[in-house]
T-cell receptor
């Protein structure tokens, strides 16, 4: 079974721009969670989607948003990018969102 | 408010010996715990998990112990191999008061394990 895939792997943007990241979960998994990893804050939970609905949300500003499609693929969007948004963005999938999560390779975002 | 803590930033072990990585948590609502291994610029790789109804789980060279009264878990790797060198994260899942736990893992800050040949 193929693992979680994320595109793009690397991205460079400038302040004020917006960015969209994509995640395809493991086949059959319906829950997709997003995390941000930075050297200072570690791995922080952004939000979780299940059956196209956001079920849980972390403590991030409204500039961070996401959605999930009927095939369980998910996208996250960050608007009005700030320098502090530079991070590794990870998505993880699980069957129902209550058990082990499997992570993708991440998207490295650099904001200049 | 860090609910999951890995107090040792790094650990150095000789090949063939035991590696013990520790993790403490403060939230008594956590009911499921996981260990992940991570290389730089890659996503975390799942290693082993344990439910709060158990106190031990084994999978090959990896064993996780859970002490609920002390709110402490540990990962034992025996024997340690140079390929085990990576950052190890413990993570916990469970509902905060009034909240939902769906899809949310709370991570520790990680421990860098170096296994010397």
């Amino acid at each position: 079974k193929a693992g979680v895939t994320q595109t793009p792997r690397y991205l460079i943007k400038t302040r004020g721009q917006q960015v969209t990241l994509s995640c395809s979960p493991i086949s059959g998994h319906r829950s997709v969670s997003w995390y941000q990893q930075t050297p200072g804050q570690g791995l922080q939970f952004l939000f979780e989607y299940f059956s196209e609905t956001q079920r849980n949300k972390g403590n991030f500003p409204g500039r961070f948003s996401g959605r999930q499609f009927s095939n369980s693929r998910s996208e996250m969007n960050v608007s009005t990018l700030e320098l502090g948004d530079s991070a590794l963005y990870l998505c993880a999938s699980s069957l129902l969102g209550v058990e082990t999560q499997y992570f993708g390779p991440g998207t490295r975002l650099l904001v200049l | 408010d860090q609910q999951v803590k890995q107090n040792s930033p790094s650990l150095s072990v000789q090949e063939g010996r035991i590696s013990i990585l520790n993790c403490d948590y403060t939230n008594s609502m956590f009911d499921y715990f996981l260990w992940y291994k991570k290389y730089p610029a890659e996503g975390p790789t799942f290693l082993i998990s344990i439910s709060s109804i158990k106190d031990k789980n084994e999978d090959g060279r990896f064993t996780v112990f859970l002490n609920k009264s002390a709110k402490h878990l540990s990962l034992h790797i025996v024997p340690s191999q140079p390929g085990d060198s990576a950052v190890y994260f413990c993570a916990a899942k469970g509902a905060n008061a009034g909240g939902t736990s769906y899809g949310k893992l709370t991570f520790g800050q990680g421990t860098i394990l170096t296994v010397h040949p």
